[in-house]
């Protein structure tokens, strides 16, 4: 694909609602037409985020994506189909995406972007849009830009809420904007922050808000309009309400000159006083065979019980608390859930306030049960 100034008249037809906007017009889309986006993830942001930057006109885009489509994606993930189960996101995304747009070039990473790769896939493009679920990866983006200069779209959602903002940006003067750091200094404990996948997103939300993103990076790219870059744009969909903060810079950019392992960095690989024990699926499966004497507890909800289950005995996290009676302190107790945050949440508070020893985490949870076994028990 061509990414020069010049437009065919398919491409004239196609994009004449922009061209004929005023500040807008056929320098604006030229702009598009030239610009290289890369966007982190293919999901609940990057369904929306992908198909509206597509159909825009931008240039080239890259995505870096390397997980499945499952059934639990396609409440919210519309580039999605039941067909689609169990295939590359990546790559069912773009098949969709050129026939929404033949002139976009497409370059794919099916790959996790890491500290290994991040500078080298990132310096080949204009700005970077963030639809990661995970903090490890946002900060990850986040120093990358920092330290090759390019601007960040930022934007998360969890349950009712989305957040959008432009980090990394340097305006007209020269000035550098507030980055992910001056909003998250540090990250949060690992065991205090449930994703998506635990405690549930409005399906809705993610178009909400990836268009948003989407919105925030044809202003960059075009020049039209006031950039998010140093504020928060917040809406709650049970109220339809938003509001917009001001982030305040309060770290130096400057000081950012290296990528550093940033699973440590949030704590999810160290070591402490109050680890769990763990048990793989490979390990659970083996003592199941063997017929061990063990007990089960699922800390889900009862929907989610109701839906599929690895057997044991269902105990609501919120419910542990009324029922501890009913967790046994004399033989090996495996407690799981969905991945694996709420079950080792249940396990830390049951040791610390209640002084149990004889529990373990069911790694990964039920997903990583199905993942490696097929399918749950019941």
Same mark, same amino acid.
């Given at each position: 694909?061509?990414?020069?100034?010049?437009?065919?008249?398919?491409?004239?037809?196609?994009?004449?609602?922009?061209?004929?906007?005023?500040?807008?017009?056929?320098?604006?889309?030229?702009?598009?037409?030239?610009?290289?986006?890369?966007?982190?993830?293919?999901?609940?942001?990057?369904?929306?985020?992908?198909?509206?930057?597509?159909?825009?006109?931008?240039?080239?885009?890259?995505?870096?994506?390397?997980?499945?489509?499952?059934?639990?994606?396609?409440?919210?993930?519309?580039?999605?189909?039941?067909?689609?189960?169990?295939?590359?996101?990546?790559? *069912?995304?773009?098949?969709?995406?050129?026939?929404?747009?033949?002139?976009?070039?497409?370059?794919?990473?099916?790959?996790?972007?890491?500290?290994?790769?991040?500078?080298?896939? &990132?310096?080949?493009?204009?700005? *970077?849009?963030?639809?990661?679920?995970?903090?490890? @990866?946002?900060? =990850?983006?986040?120093?990358?830009? $920092?330290?090759?200069?390019?601007?960040?779209?930022?934007?998360?959602?969890?349950?009712?809420?989305?957040?959008?903002?432009?980090?990394?940006?340097?305006?007209?003067?020269?000035?550098?904007?507030?980055?992910?750091?001056?909003?998250?200094?540090?990250?949060?404990?690992?065991?205090?922050?449930?994703?998506?996948?635990?405690?549930? *997103?409005?399906?809705?939300?993610?178009?909400?808000?990836?268009?948003?993103?989407?919105?925030? $990076?044809?202003?960059?790219?075009?020049?039209?309009? @006031?950039?998010?870059?140093?504020? =928060?744009?917040? &809406?709650?969909?049970?109220?339809?309400?938003?509001?917009?903060?001001?982030?305040?810079?309060? @770290?130096?950019?400057?000081?950012?000159?290296?990528?550093?392992?940033?699973?440590?960095?949030?704590?999810?690989?160290?070591?402490?006083?109050?680890? *769990?024990?763990?048990?793989? $699926?490979?390990?659970?499966?083996?003592?199941?065979?063997?017929?061990?004497?063990?007990?089960?507890?699922?800390?889900?909800?009862?929907?989610?019980?109701?839906?599929?289950?690895?057997?044991?005995?269902? &105990?609501?996290?919120?419910?542990?608390?009324?029922?501890?009676?009913?967790?046994?302190?004399?033989?090996? $107790? &495996?407690?799981?859930?969905?991945?694996?945050?709420?079950?080792?949440?249940?396990?830390?508070?049951?040791?610390?306030?209640?002084?149990?020893?004889?529990?373990?985490?069911?790694?990964?949870?039920?997903?990583?049960?199905?993942?490696?076994?097929?399918?749950?028990? @019941?």
């Amino acid at each position: 694909m061509s990414t020069n100034s010049t437009f065919s008249k398919d491409e004239l037809k196609r994009y004449s609602r922009h061209i004929l906007l005023p500040d807008f017009g056929k320098e604006g889309q030229t702009k598009l037409k030239k610009s290289k986006v890369l966007v982190v993830g293919a999901g609940g942001l990057g369904s929306p985020l992908l198909s509206y930057l597509t159909a825009a006109g931008v240039g080239t885009i890259g995505i870096i994506d390397y997980d499945l489509v499952e059934l639990s994606n396609l409440q919210r993930q519309l580039l999605f189909t039941e067909n689609d189960i169990g295939k590359p996101k990546l790559h *069912v995304a773009v098949k969709k995406l050129k026939e929404l747009n033949p002139h976009v070039n497409f370059v794919l990473y099916d790959d996790k972007l890491t500290s290994d790769n991040a500078l080298e896939i &990132i310096k080949e493009y204009d700005l *970077v849009a963030d639809g990661s679920d995970n903090f490890p @990866t946002r900060y =990850l983006v986040n120093d990358a830009c $920092v330290i090759l200069d390019k601007p960040n779209v930022y934007a998360s959602i969890y349950q009712f809420e989305g957040q959008v903002s432009v980090f990394n940006f340097f305006n007209n003067v020269g000035e550098r904007g507030p980055n992910y750091r001056d909003f998250y200094p540090t990250p949060p404990p690992p065991d205090t922050v449930p994703n998506c996948a635990e405690g549930g *997103v409005l399906g809705v939300l993610a178009g909400i808000v990836g268009s948003l993103q989407a919105n925030e $990076v044809i202003k960059l790219l075009t020049g039209i309009g @006031t950039t998010l870059s140093g504020k =928060l744009f917040i &809406i709650d969909t049970l109220t339809l309400e938003s509001r917009t903060i001001k982030l305040p810079k309060t @770290t130096n950019a400057e000081e950012i000159r290296e990528l550093i392992d940033y699973e440590e960095f949030c704590g999810i690989n160290n070591s402490s006083p109050f680890d *769990v024990n763990e048990v793989n $699926v490979q390990e659970f499966d083996q003592m199941l065979k063997n017929g061990n004497d063990i007990e089960l507890v699922d800390v889900r909800t009862e929907f989610e019980h109701h839906i599929e289950n690895l057997g044991g005995k269902l &105990i609501p996290i919120e419910n542990l608390v009324n029922r501890i009676d009913e967790i046994s302190r004399d033989k090996k $107790v &495996i407690v799981y859930c969905k991945i694996g945050v709420r079950s080792t949440e249940a396990i830390l508070h049951l040791q610390n306030i209640y002084q149990f020893k004889n529990l373990y985490n069911l790694t990964g949870g039920i997903e990583a049960w199905k993942k490696e076994m097929g399918e749950a028990l @019941t």
